[in-house]
T-cell receptor, first 113, second 113 residues
Framework: GDSVTQMEGPVTLSEEAFLTINCTYT??????LFWYVQYPGEGLQLLLK?????DKGSNKGFEATYRKETTSFHLEKGSVQVSDSAVYFC????????????FGEGTQLTVNP | NAGVTQTPKFQVLKTGQSMTLQCAQD?????MSWYRQDPGMGLRLIHY???????DQGEVPNGYNVSRSTTEDFPLRLLSAAPSQTSVYFC????????????FGPGTRLTVT
């Protein structure tokens, strides 16, 4: 079945550091890929998405590129801020399951001033 | 625009008790779903619905029932609560098929003693 694997956390960085959170997936067909973010005490919200190979999703300084050859969708940001502290989830939606999302385990990011 | 609302925010139950978690959306979305979030396991799909009168099981449906009598509402029923159902529950909605953004409610934190 479909699955998503994220790098183990938690991740702690200093402000202005470079961020990478790794995400790899297994899916049949051609999935769409997403990054969701969960701030403390809130529900998840969409951060960015990509729907086909080599697409780059971007939002709020975060980027991720859909790499079909390595089945990856790594999240990057060049300079993190304290306000980026949150849990980040990688997810996929496989074509055969329509809207249904499969999530990774989540990665807790803490950014210190 | 309220988006996706969930009630209650917190609930404590004793083993064997039953209860209903409420979820409503005002975006006229066809697709609605329930997830549970447990540490280190990401979000797991419990049940979902593609429209009024149509529901289906997700990854972890045992111990839960759902119904969808209107487009707006998608309640989740715990029939006989067990400590293993201690979790944070999220409701989400989106347009059907995809890859459309899923909108999440703020969550219900349930403890079963």
């Amino acid at each position: 079945g479909d699955s998503v694997t994220q790098m183990e956390g938690p991740v702690t960085l200093s402000e202005e550091a470079f961020l990478t959170i790794n995400c790899t997936y297994t899916a049949t067909g051609y999935p769409s890929l997403f990054w969701y973010v969960q701030y403390p005490g809130e529900g998840l919200q969409l951060l960015l998405k990509a729907t086909k190979a080599d697409d780059k999703g971007s939002n709020k300084g975060f980027e991720a590129t859909y790499r079909k050859e390595t089945t990856s969708f790594h999240l990057e940001k060049g300079s993190v801020q304290v306000s980026d502290s949150a849990v980040y989830f990688c997810a996929l939606s496989a074509g055969t399951s329509g809207s249904r999302l499969t999530f990774g385990e989540g990665t807790q990011l803490t950014v210190n001033p | 625009n309220a988006g996706v609302t969930q009630t209650p925010k917190f609930q404590v139950l004793k083993t064997g008790q039953s209860m209903t978690l409420q979820c409503a959306q005002d975006m006229n979305h066809e697709y609605m779903s329930w997830y549970r979030q447990d540490p280190g396991m990401g979000l797991r799909l419990i049940h979902y619905s593609v429209g009024a009168g149509i529901t289906d099981q997700g990854e972890v449906p045992n111990g839960y029932n759902v119904s969808r009598s209107t487009t707006e509402d998608f309640p989740l029923r715990l029939l006989s609560a067990a400590p293993s159902q201690t979790s944070v529950y999220f409701c989400a909605s989106s347009r059907l098929a995809g890859p459309y953004e899923q909108y999440f409610g703020p969550g219900t934190r349930l403890t079963v003693t």
